[in-house]
């Protein structure tokens, strides 16, 4: 059984470029949480994602980021014009039949903007 | 909002030696988690807390959740350089499956 899988697991993009990132929850997961780490920073909650549903944004900044969760294909979380200080890892968990079960992580995306 | 501290926020121990982490909740544990990160990679579950009081062991790592449920400790009996790492604790915070974690204890263990 896969674990969860992110791409591209290193991204490098210019300032005013877009940044998206995938992510495919195990197998039977249906539940989609990203956060983010950045450089010195601890890992922080961005958004929570059922199928074709925004549960919790409450981490996601205003402008800029979106993320969704559609019926057939990966998890997107998608940036727009990015700024240096979007540079960072991104991880990806899910989890399976409800929020409160074990959250499995994948890789990371690490996000480079010049 | 809930905050979790972990010490210390860096450890070095030699080969052989057991070692504590400690996480502290500023409020109740409804759910407490223990990952592991290698520099560079994701996040790789150990163990989860629920009931005050539970102990839960894997390996030569033991967690433990107190009975107030506000505090955690993770020990490492007879560490090894594999042990290395940084160990984060995360707790759910509110009902929407979010987790909030600590920000990480580093390891390193010397041959």
């Known amino acids: 059984n896969a674990g969860v899988m992110q791409n591209p697991r290193h991204l490098v993009r210019r300032r005013g470029q877009e940044a998206r990132l995938r992510c495919s929850p195990m197998?039977?997961?249906?539940?989609v949480y990203w956060y983010r780490q950045l450089p010195e920073e601890g890992l922080k909650f961005m958004v929570y994602?059922?199928?074709?549903?925004?549960?919790?944004e409450s981490g996601m900044p205003k402008e800029r980021f979106s993320a969704e969760f559609p019926k057939e294909g990966p998890s997107i979380l998608r940036i727009q014009q990015v700024v240096r200080g979007d540079s960072a890892a991104y991880f990806c968990?899910?989890?399976?039949?409800?929020?409160?079960?074990?959250?499995?992580f994948g890789p990371g995306t690490r996000l480079t903007v010049l | 909002s809930q905050e979790l501290e972990q010490s210390p926020q860096s450890l070095i121990v030699q080969e052989g030696k057991n070692l504590t982490i400690n996480c502290t909740s500023s409020?109740?544990?409804?759910?407490l988690y223990w990952y592991k990160q290698k520099y560079g990679e994701g996040l790789i579950f150990l163990m989860m807390l629920q009931k005050g009081g539970e102990e839960k062991s894997h390996e030569k790592i033991t967690a433990k959740l107190d009975e107030k449920k506000q505090q955690s400790s993770l020990h490492i009996t007879a560490s090894q350089p594999s042990h290395a790492g940084i160990y984060l604790c995360?707790?759910?915070?509110?009902?929407?499956?979010?987790?909030?974690f600590g920000q990480g204890t580093t390891l390193q263990v010397k041959p």
């Open positions: 994602l059922q199928k074709e549903n925004i549960i919790d």
């Open positions: 409020k109740t544990l409804y759910g």
């Open positions: 968990a899910s989890s399976g039949l409800s929020a409160a079960d074990t959250q499995y």
């Open positions: 995360g707790a759910l915070s509110g009902n929407t499956g979010k987790l909030i």
């Open positions: 197998k039977g997961h249906s539940h």
